[in-house]
């Protein structure tokens, strides 16, 4: 937890049941000299192409009502000892829930594919949902599109180059890399796997305070939707 800033620190310390405001958090920590962490600095803003394969369908509507409508996706790559290995993550809008991802050695559509059917088979969309991404080849090639007919989802692409136009998997990634990843890396392959793997679908979905959610976890948040819903 030495990497948060006082709001997410607030968050922690309201679900553990003590009495403090965000200001008072704040306060306490400039006192202690206490800062978080930031592991990445804030890309440049471009326009870029639309894409040829697919339209830009999402046009930056990243709050959705419900879940499974609006799922985003995007690789990222982690360092080992062992070599590189490349993380291919979907989340859902709704309330930024990790719903599938896949770790490989290599950049090949297999890796995004993996993790797409592991998001259609975790959650089981019983409506079409736009899978949003960017303009990679994995993402573009006729293996990925026939995956999308054969799930009935519609594809939506980001303009080239522009990393706003899918915000919310960069957001993913930063924490991911700034919070959890060891800066040196990991070892092995394996421990890189077994590590993403509980941070993505524990830390981050369960327990990790998330702003958007007001300070609730994804999970967390979609299990009290679903109770104040009467959904079981």
């Known amino acids: ?35 978080s962490v930031r592991g990445y600095k804030r890309p440049r803003y471009k326009v870029g192409r639309p894409s040829q394969v697919s339209p830009n369908q999402l046009q930056r509507q990243f709050q959705q009502d419900a879940a499974d409508q609006v ?7 982690i360092r080992t000892y062992e070599g590189w290995l490349y993380l ?33 088979w975790r959650r089981k969309p019983k409506d079409s949902v736009i899978i949003h991404s960017d303009q990679g080849s994995q993402y573009g090639s006729r293996r990925f599109r026939q995956r999308l007919w054969r799930y009935r989802m519609q594809q939506s692409m980001s303009r080239r180059g522009n990393c706003w136009d899918n915000a919310p998997m960069e957001r993913l990634f930063r924490s991911l890399k700034s919070e959890w990843v060891p800066s040196v890396g990991y070892m092995t392959t394996r421990e890189a796997i077994q590590d993403v793997s509980y941070y993505l679908m524990h830390r981050y979905n369960w327990i990790r305070p998330h702003q958007f959610n007001d300070g609730l976890a994804p999970a967390v948040a979609e299990e009290k939707l679903k109770t104040v819903s009467g959904i079981s």
């Open 1 to 35: 937890m030495g990497i948060y800033g006082s709001p997410r620190i607030f968050c922690y310390l309201r679900q553990a049941g003590v009495a403090c405001s965000e200001n008072r958090v704040a306060r306490l920590m400039r006192m202690a000299q206490i800062k």
């Open 71 to 77: 799922w985003v996706t995007d690789i990222t790559y």
């Open 88 to 120: 291919a993550v979907v989340l859902d809008l709704h309330s930024r829930a990790v719903v599938g991802w896949s770790m490989r050695g290599s950049m090949e559509t297999t890796l995004v594919l993996d993790a797409l059917t592991m998001a259609v």
